[in-house]
């Protein structure tokens, strides 16, 4: 063996969880700060600014990570795009909001169905995964106002109208989500 010789080693396992945390970690925290926030229509206003400012920092250290010259050929230099893509592909197809609904559906039907028969109620509680702040009965459609979703001017939620009577909730919009659920939001300006 010659002094520039390295006896043969095996590479250790935690170094590799190590280094994949190392390109992965900032963006795949950002893209699940991104699709806690997109749970509710128009998003969380401040989970949407967290998710910006975590892609912000991802997107940094990606960068310096492109110019370091013991990084810069690693082939785990395109992860952290690649997961920017996919969670804006989500998002962008409402994946966030339709699986919050699949997993809240039975409860917010059976919260809906306990309800006085009373025009607007104002609540504070979970129904679900989903924060209610408001409930509305319009005819036999029921809407859902999901607390701190939308900007600083709309109020977003969900509404369930059965028989697809959409043209009649007092929303700005309603857009199809799945079976007789919407995504509704209510502009103020």
Not at 32 to 46: K, N, Q, S
Request: proline share 8%; with cysteine.
């Amino acid at each position: 063996m010659t002094i520039n010789e390295v006896p043969e080693t095996r590479p250790d396992p935690g170094a590799v969880r190590r280094r994949w945390l190392w390109f992965t970690g900032p963006a795949t925290f950002a893209a699940v700060l991104t699709l806690l926030a997109f749970v509710p229509p128009d998003g969380y206003l401040l989970g949407v600014l967290a998710a910006f400012g975590a892609w912000l920092f991802a997107g940094v250290w990606w960068l310096i990570l492109l110019v370091g010259p013991a990084t810069r050929a690693a082939r785990l230099n395109a992860w952290p795009p690649v997961i920017g893509a996919l969670t804006a592909a989500l998002v962008i197809i409402g994946v966030p909001a339709r699986a919050a609904l699949l997993i809240s559906e039975p409860a917010l039907l059976e919260y809906a169905e306990s309800l006085p028969n009373e025009d607007y109620i104002s609540v504070d509680r979970f129904a679900g995964v989903l924060p209610i702040s408001g409930v509305q009965r319009s005819g036999s459609a029921v809407i859902f106002a999901v607390d701190g979703a939308g900007g600083m001017l709309t109020q977003c939620g969900f509404a369930y109208a059965p028989g697809g009577r959409v043209k009649d909730l007092p929303v700005s919009t309603a857009d199809h989500l799945m079976g007789d659920w919407y995504a509704t939001c209510t502009d103020f300006d």
